[in-house]
C-alpha cells in the first residue's frame, strides 16, 4: 500500500518552477559582477578629493581675512570634478605570489572663486592621474 | 547545495537553484515584480556575505529571502495601490512550467489555493529542500506544528486534484 502524502510530495516535486527571466539575471550581474572595489577607489578619492577641497577654502578664507582691506576677497562659487575614466589592465602577479589589477583613473578638479566688488575670477584647474593595484581574491 | 562553499561562479549556481528560489520568493510576494526584487536583494547578500558561513547553504539563502520580502511587506502599506493592481498577478501567471499531465497542471494550480501558512510549508520542504525542523526555525513555529501543517496541506491538495480532474 503505497502513502498517499508520498505520492502528492513526489507529484510536487516533478513540477518545474518557472526559470528566473533574464531580466533578472542581468540585475544580478550589474550587482555582482561589477568590481566593488573600483566604486570603492572612486569613492574614496572622492572623498579625499572634498576633503581637500573644504580645507583649501578654509584656508583662503582665513588668509584672505587677514590680507589688505583693497584686496579681491573671492568667495568660492564651484567645484567641479570631472566624471572618473577608470581603465583596467591585465592582472599581474606580485612578489609574494598574490595577483593584483593595475587600474588607472584620470579626471579633472576645478575650483572657481569670484570677488563681486572687482568681478573677477579665480580659476584652479587641475588635472589628476592616479595609478593603483587592487587585489585580487583567488579561491 | 554544498557549491555554494567552495568558488564557483554565481551564474552556475543560480543557474541550478535559480527557478526554485525564485518560487520561494513568489509565494512570499504578491506579484511576479516584487518577488524578482525580493531575489535579487536576497541572492545579492547570500552570495557577497553569506554562502561562506557554516551551515546549511539552503537554509541561509532561505533566510535571506524570507528576509527580503518581510522587508517588502513593511514598506507595502506605502504602496498600497500598485500592489493592489499588480497583485491579479497571483491568478494569471503560473508559478510553473506548463504541464501536460492534467493531474500535475491541476496540482500546480491547486498549490496557490492552499491558505498561505500550509502553502509556505510546503514549498519550503519540496523545492527549499528543508527539515520540519529548519522550516520551523524560518517560520518560528514548531517543528511540530509545520508537520501539522504540511499533512493539511497533503489532505488539501488531494481534495482539490480530485474535485478539479473531475471537473
Known amino acids: 500500500m503505497t502513502d498517499p502524502d508520498h505520492d502528492i510530495e513526489q507529484a510536487l516535486a516533478s513540477l518545474r518552477p518557472r526559470a528566473p527571466s533574464p531580466a533578472l539575471t542581468a540585475r544580478l550581474a550589474a550587482e555582482l559582477d561589477a568590481p566593488a572595489s573600483r566604486r570603492g577607489v572612486i569613492i ?46 591585465r592582472p599581474v602577479q606580485m612578489d609574494d605570489g598574490s595577483f593584483a589589477r593595475p587600474v ?18 579665480l580659476i584652479n584647474y587641475r588635472p589628476n592621474d592616479q595609478f593603483t593595484l587592487l587585489p585580487l581574491e583567488t579561491n | ?66 528576509r527580503s520580502a518581510l522587508d517588502l511587506l513593511r514598506r507595502g502599506d506605502r504602496r498600497a495601490a500598485r500592489e493592489k493592481v499588480v497583485g491579479d498577478d497571483m491568478e494569471t501567471v503560473t508559478w510553473f512550467e506548463p504541464e501536460a499531465d492534467p493531474r500535475l497542471a491541476a496540482l500546480a494550480d491547486s498549490l496557490k489555493l492552499l491558505s498561505d501558512e500550509q502553502r509556505e510549508v510546503v514549498v519550503l520542504k519540496v523545492w527549499g529542500d528543508l527539515t520540519f525542523e529548519e522550516i520551523g526555525e524560518q517560520l518560528s513555529i514548531s517543528p511540530n506544528t509545520a508537520a501539522s501543517r504540511w499533512r493539511y496541506a497533503m489532505e488539501a491538495l488531494r481534495k482539490l486534484i480530485t474535485a478539479r480532474t473531475h471537473d
Do not use: C
Not at chain 2, 549556481?13 to 536576497?42: C, K, N, P, Y
Open chain 1, 44 to 89: 574614496a578619492w572622492s572623498a579625499g578629493l572634498s576633503a581637500a577641497a573644504a580645507a583649501l577654502v578654509a584656508a583662503f578664507v582665513f588668509l584672505g581675512g587677514v590680507g589688505e582691506p583693497e584686496a579681491p576677497a573671492y568667495q568660492l562659487v564651484r567645484v567641479e570634478q570631472s566624471r572618473p575614466d577608470v581603465q583596467f589592465f
Open chain 1, 104 to 121: 588607472r583613473v584620470r579626471w579633472q578638479d576645478t575650483t572657481r572663486w569670484e570677488d563681486a566688488r572687482s568681478n573677477t575670477r
Open chain 2, 1 to 66: 547545495m554544498q557549491d555554494a562553499h567552495s568558488g564557483q561562479d554565481w551564474r552556475a549556481w543560480f543557474a541550478e537553484h535559480g527557478a526554485r528560489l525564485r518560487l520561494i520568493a513568489r509565494q512570499w510576494t504578491r506579484s511576479e515584480a516584487d518577488a524578482d526584487d525580493v531575489l535579487q536583494e536576497a541572492f545579492v547578500r547570500f552570495w557577497k556575505h553569506q554562502r561562506h558561513l557554516p551551515g546549511n547553504p539552503n537554509a541561509l539563502v532561505v533566510t535571506s529571502i524570507r
